[in-house]
């Protein structure tokens, strides 16, 4: 079974650009979560969309948002990028539905982000 | 809100040597679950525990769900260099049907060869 996949891996934006980042589930995986890294931090959650739908959201601004399509892969968009946005972006995908191991996430490997 | 805290925050050992850690909350936790993150990565789950006492060995790491529900071990025996990295725990929360995951803030693990 193919695993998760992002993309693209690494991204330069200058300050005040958008960017959207993509992610693709293992397939059957209905739940994809977001994460925000930056150096020596932990993951930092940001959304994460159950059968398109939102189901949980972090503490971040509303510069911050995402979709999820019928197909489960999901986009995450910032919008007018600050120089604190510079991070790794990690999508991870889950069954999101039944016992305990709806629950384990499986991670893709991230978008490092730039932000100039 | 809920918090999972996990020590130590960093370690840094001779290879050949064992390695524990540990994750804890002031709340209950009906599943764990433990990660490894190698740098620039994305975190690989390396043990998932749902039982109270359960433990679960995957090579040579081994983890333990812990008997009170509010703490989980996690040991490493005959380290490796390849075993540095960054090892977080997680679990979901218990707010409502819709249980995001807890994170701990991470143990980094360094190993001298």
């Known amino acids: 079974k193919a695993g998760v996949t992002q993309t693209p891996r690494y991204l330069i934006k200058t300050r005040g650009q958008q960017v959207t980042l993509s992610c693709s589930p293992i397939s059957g995986h209905r739940s994809v979560s977001w994460y925000q890294q930056t150096p020596g931090q932990g993951l930092q959650f940001l959304f994460e969309y159950f059968s398109e739908t939102q189901r949980n959201k972090g503490n971040f601004p509303g510069r911050f948002s995402g979709r999820q399509f019928s197909n489960s892969r999901s986009e995450m968009n910032v919008s007018t990028l600050e120089l604190g946005d510079s991070a790794l972006y990690l999508c991870?995908?889950?069954?999101?539905?039944?016992?305990?191991?709806?629950?384990?996430?499986?991670f893709g490997p991230g978008t490092r982000l730039t932000v100039t | 809100g809920q918090q999972l805290n996990q020590s130590p925050q960093s370690m840094f050992i001779q290879e050949g040597e064992d390695v524990s850690m540990n994750c804890t909350s002031s709340s209950i936790f009906n599943t764990w679950l433990w990660y490894k993150q190698d740098p620039g990565e994305g975190p690989v789950l390396l043990i998932a525990l749902y039982k109270a006492g359960e433990l679960t060995s995957n090579g040579r790491l081994t983890a333990q769900f812990g008997i009170t529900r509010k703490d989980s071990f996690l040991n490493i025996s005959a380290s490796i260099p390849s075993d540095v990295g960054i090892y977080f725990c997680a679990g979901p929360g218990n707010a409502g049907n819709n249980r995001k995951l807890i994170w701990g803030l991470g143990t980094s693990l360094a190993v001298n060869p």
């Open positions: 991870a995908s889950s069954l999101g539905i039944g016992g305990g191991r709806a629950y384990e996430q499986y």
